[in-house]
């Protein structure tokens, strides 16, 4: 060690001869810290514009899918028969096609649909029992969607704020051609503040302006219908006079901007928004005139840069520091030195006087030192000579080291150690041949003398082994007692498990039963309505009949599929979903039940979007049984009502099915989820619902629980909200 100390000293002094002060250090890691914060300043930036460009396109993106999923239905209402009697025949009343349209609207989530004549007069809508703003009897033919689909014949896109309502929205129509004669314009009507909410939610700011260069979508209000590009007097005129943001005055967005091409990762700018300034990328939105513009503001790249220069100086001041500090290190190491020298010496006195064996030997066997107990136990009390060649530890101790030598007996984890016994040869005075002691030992490597070598305690077991045989001869005539009741209990072990097959084979087909006999029913009802139709040759919602069937028979075929996963691992089934989306296609297969019982169902869900990890077949099951035993509670209510709501609380989401049907006994409340406890008539239940819905959420992590309200019985689940990590670019 004192050689160690020595050759540091001796770089110490190198490092001095090199002619550097601290004042140089300190100038050379002030120079370093300047340089790589300004190469990480250069990376962040060419970082955060390609992350922009590639936020942006999925925005984009986002939008298109949106809008697509509506496009087909203008041109699909132009061909109903319903439209065509309609505009062919004026007279006629228009209750009747805007109850379909209101249906069609519902159904479809879009927000407003409307049927204009040749005149531009909306002759059916589908807010027709709205009091105010109601579009019935409204002309609209001074807007571009009815003039450009009337005169160029084919479906036009539109965005406006709505002359009746004030409510922007995104406008989609289609000519009503018969015989090459347009008759008419078809409408959809699509409010897009659920995409701005979608974009606020997100903390990204994203905003879409026209092909004027008008602001029209933005996850910022304030910025709406401002300006990105200043459009010429002419088109300022024309979008006055097509009322399409009436009362809204159109003022630059930013007071400055500035473009850059940054190492071809494309073309971005700064914008100077409100004494804010931000980074923009855009893009054309394809199949529209659009432009969509993704904002991440300066501030975030220069407070990474401002971490980024505060870490590497907090670095560069340590590294000062410890340059400085060295020669006190080295100082307080010979300290610590001479005190570790000082313990061994006591180490060494605490040794000598255990009641515990300790020997001391190299790699080859030769014993190097042992204490006063082991010289009792193994030289009989006679005086150990570390010289004596003659003496090594496989004389003394029956040790196998032909393998590994004494690596193979080494102690492995500390918490469990591997302790050995065997014999030791002691040689007593008197005898011709050593006496043979059983003992237990332990071997762990250490370093003495500047070399490596074993240090093996040492424990005499002679009255432990004695004991040791004493309960050996009790336990043979145990075993013999212990073999006759083993074989009783076989037997009977036997017996049981063939009734337990027999009741595990009887709860699989209840199970079956109860799970199947619902969607059965649906599918047998829908498959009727078809029958009916296609006797009378009215194939009118046909289509709609056949598209329950679908879900039906997967649902189904989830059912069976759970049953033979309830057995198995499942980790294969786990999925990241929202919970909303499990309970909306669970209410889509019970929506018949529903309807033919008149139930009014409300639903409250104000986070869609939370995402939950877990099974959706399962989950699907969970809830469906809450819905079913809902339906089932509302049966003989006159006005039936079915209430969900969705909730956060701390990091679950809650969600909660209620009834009006006058809830449950206090006394019974406690036993509806245990297996075939059920309170329904004979027939309508086994009783295994709510059971595996309860198994369903306790094995996702969550809870479930049952109460009574004013009106009838609230059941709840919670699931654990699941956080994806997001890693930075």
């Known amino acids: 060690m004192i050689g160690k100390i020595r050759k540091n000293d001796s770089a110490i002094l190198r490092f001095k001869q090199l002619g550097f002060s601290e004042l140089g250090w300190l100038l050379a890691i002030v120079i370093l810290i300047i340089l790589s914060s300004s190469t990480f300043y250069v990376y962040q930036l060419l970082s955060l514009t390609s992350a922009n460009h590639r936020s942006a396109r999925i925005f984009e993106q986002s939008l298109i899918a949106s809008i697509n999923q509506f496009e087909y239905l203008p041109a699909l209402l132009t061909k109903d028969d319903a439209v065509l009697e309609l505009l062919d025949s004026p007279q006629l009343s228009h209750t009747k096609l805007s109850e379909k349209l209101a249906f069609i609207s519902t159904r479809s989530g879009a927000d407003d649909i409307f049927i204009q004549d040749i005149n531009g007069t909306v002759v059916a809508t589908s807010n027709y029992q709205q009091v105010s703003h109601n579009f019935y009897g409204k002309n609209y033919s001074f807007r571009p969607y009815f003039k450009k689909a009337k005169a160029e014949r084919k479906r036009q896109f539109y965005f406006a704020k709505g002359a009746t309502t004030g409510i922007p929205g995104f406008f989609i129509s289609a000519p009503v051609l018969v015989g090459g004669r347009v008759l008419g314009v078809v409408v959809v009507k699509l409010e897009l503040s659920k995409w701005e909410k979608n974009w606020r939610d997100s903390k990204d700011s994203v905003l879409v302006a026209d092909e004027n260069g008008v602001i029209i979508l933005s996850s910022e209000e304030n910025w709406r219908y401002k300006l990105v590009n200043k459009p010429s007097d002419s088109k300022l005129a024309e979008i006055y006079s097509n009322k399409q943001f009436p009362n809204e005055k159109h003022v630059p967005l930013y007071s400055s901007s500035l473009a850059l091409n940054i190492l071809r990762v494309g073309e971005s700018r700064y914008w100077t928004i409100e004494d804010a300034s931000y980074l923009v990328s855009n893009f054309a939105i394809r199949d529209t005139e659009w432009t969509m513009y993704h904002l991440v503001n300066y501030k975030k790249l220069l407070y990474s840069v401002f971490i980024f220069f505060l ?42 006087n255990i009641h515990i ?89 250490i370093n003495f003398a500047d070399k490596e070598g074993y240090l093996m305690t040492l424990i005499n077991i002679a009255r432990r082994k004695q004991v040791e045989q004493e309960l050996l001869k009790v336990n043979e005539s145990l075993e013999e007692k212990v073999e006759e009741r083993t074989q009783e209990l076989k037997d009977t072990q036997a017996e049981l498990m063939q009734k337990n097959k027999a009741v595990a084979l009887g709860n699989m087909a209840a199970t079956i039963v109860h799970e199947l006999s619902q969607p059965l029913a649906a599918i047998n009802s829908s498959v009727a309505a078809i029958q009916s139709k296609a006797e009378r040759s009215n194939w009118s919602g046909v289509g709609e009949s056949v598209g329950r069937l679908i879900p039906l028979s997967k649902k189904m075929n989830g059912v069976i599929k ?22 909306t296609q669970a209410l889509e297969v019970l929506k018949d039940q529903m309807y033919e019982r008149k139930i009014t169902v409300n639903i409250s869900d104000e ?79 086994m009783g295994l619902g709510l059971s595996i819905t309860y198994e369903i959420i306790q094995q996702h992590d969550g809870s479930i629980s049952a109460i009574n309200t004013e009106r009838g019985a609230r059941f709840t689940l919670a699931l654990p909200i699941f956080s994806p990590i997001v890693k930075n670019s």
Not at 315 to 332: D, M, S, V
Not at 366 to 388: C, P, R, T, V, Y
């Open 311 to 352: 870490i590497v100086g907090l670095l560069g001041f340590f590294l000062y520091l410890f340059i400085r500090e060295r020669k006190n290190k080295l100082e307080l190491k010979r300290k610590a030195d001479l005190v570790e020298a000082q313990r061994r010496d006591d180490l060494q006195t605490l040794i000598d």
């Open 357 to 445: 064996g300790v020997l001391v030997f190299d790699q080859a066997g030769n014993i190097a030192s042992m204490n006063q107990h082991a010289e009792q136990l193994l030289l009989s009390g006679e005086a150990f000579q570390a010289k004596d060649d003659n003496i090594t530890i496989n004389k003394l101790i029956g040790i196998d080291t032909r393998n590994n030598g004494f690596d193979s007996y080494l102690l492995g984890d500390i918490a469990i150690p591997a302790y050995h016994e065997t014999e030791a040869s002691v040689m007593v005075s008197g005898s011709i041949s050593p006496m043979k002691i059983p003992v237990m030992f332990a071997v762990v490597k």
């Open 562 to 583: 759970l049953l033979k996963y309830f057995s198995y691992e499942d980790t294969a089934m786990v999925e990241e979903v929202t919970l909303s989306s499990i309970f």
């Open 607 to 685: 986070y869609e979007n939370v995402l939950v990890k877990v099974s959706p077949l399962k989950i699907d099951l969970a809830i469906s049984n809450l819905l079913k035993n809902a339906i089932d509670a509302v049966e003989h209510v006159e006005k039936p009502v079915i209430s969900i709501m969705t909730e956060k609380k701390n990091n679950m989401i809650v969600l909660s099915v209620e009834d009006n049907g006058g809830g449950v006994q206090e006394k019974i409340m406690k036993q509806l989820f245990n297996p075939y406890f059920t309170t329904k008539e004979v027939g309508k239940g």
